[in-house]
């Protein structure tokens, strides 16, 4: 069994930032890349920001310069550090983490996700 649980969300105002945790734990043997993903209603989820194990990471072209993905490989914990939070930011975040298990084998896995709320 592999949990991913997020923490960090809430409601900032425009112009502020937050910093968003996601912890895996269980099962694990090693984590390859892990990622955060942004859902609003009606809409389909996208990718925002992703990091590999080695520490490569990918943006969404509308965070680059304001979110920072890392991840420290000791904790199975990956962060996002979101500035200059827009109100187009507001949405419910989720963690991804494709895990490599103790039994054998790799699956992705979600957290149950965390609400930003930027107001303006």
């Known amino acids: 069994q592999v949990q991913l649980v997020e923490s960090g969300g809430g409601l900032v105002q425009a112009g502020g930032s937050l910093r968003l945790s996601c912890a895996a734990s269980?099962?694990?043997?090693?984590?390859?890349?892990m990622g955060w993903h942004r859902q609003v209603p009606g809409k389909q989820r996208e990718l925002v920001a992703l990091?590999?194990?080695?520490?490569?990471?990918n943006y969404a072209d509308s965070v680059k310069g304001r979110f920072t993905i890392s991840r420290d490989n000791a904790k199975n914990t990956a962060y996002l550090q979101m500035n200059s939070l827009k109100p187009e930011d507001t949405a419910v975040y989720y963690c991804?983490?494709?895990?490599?298990?103790?039994?054998?084998?790799?699956?992705?896995?979600w957290g149950q996700g965390t609400q930003v709320t930027v107001s303006s």
């Open positions: 991804n983490a494709e895990v490599v298990r103790l039994w054998g084998g790799s699956r992705d896995y």
């Open positions: 269980g099962s694990i043997l090693s984590i390859n890349a």
């Open positions: 990091v590999t194990r080695g520490g490569n990471t």
